[in-house]
Nanobody, 124 residues
Framework: QVQLVESGGGLVQAGGSLRLSCAAS????????MGWHRQAPGKQRELVAS???????NYADSVKGRFTISRDNAKKTVYLQMNSLKFEDTAVYYC??????????????????WGQGTQVTVSS
């Protein structure tokens, strides 16, 4: 019903930058919060950043001042600009979106949808 397609991952040297994108499509009535989690090998998935539909943002302490989350509501797309990347930022990054589907518009039920993940590798 809903698809989240990520792009922009890759290999970068420490200190470099990458920009991730995640576009939502499908049977969407409305989208609330969107954001990014990441999971490094052997570690639990953690929240990196989130943004409300009104543009209020929240960041993990480990990325504050280096990462910037933004969104384009018309394009149903969320972005993550990652600067000053560190080796410890290496992980699979997953976008998510809190969606009310067209079929749930009357009741307003919210479902959390996930992207397939994109690998970010930072070489030291």
């Amino acid at each position: 019903q809903v698809q989240l397609v990520e792009s922009g991952g890759g290999l970068v040297q420490a200190g470099g930058s990458l920009r991730l994108s995640c576009a939502a499509s499908g049977s969407i009535f409305s989208i609330g919060d969107m954001g990014w989690h990441r999971q490094a090998p052997g570690k639990q998935r953690e929240l990196v950043a989130s943004i409300t539909s009104g543009g209020r943002t929240n960041y993990a302490d480990s990325v504050k001042g280096r990462f910037t989350i933004s969104r384009d509501n018309a394009k149903k797309t969320v972005y993550l600009q990652m600067n000053s990347l560190k080796f410890e930022d290496t992980a699979v990054y997953y976008c998510y979106a809190l969606v009310v589907t067209a079929g749930q518009a009357m009741g307003g039920a919210i479902t959390n949808w996930w992207g397939q993940g994109t690998q970010v590798t930072v070489s030291s």
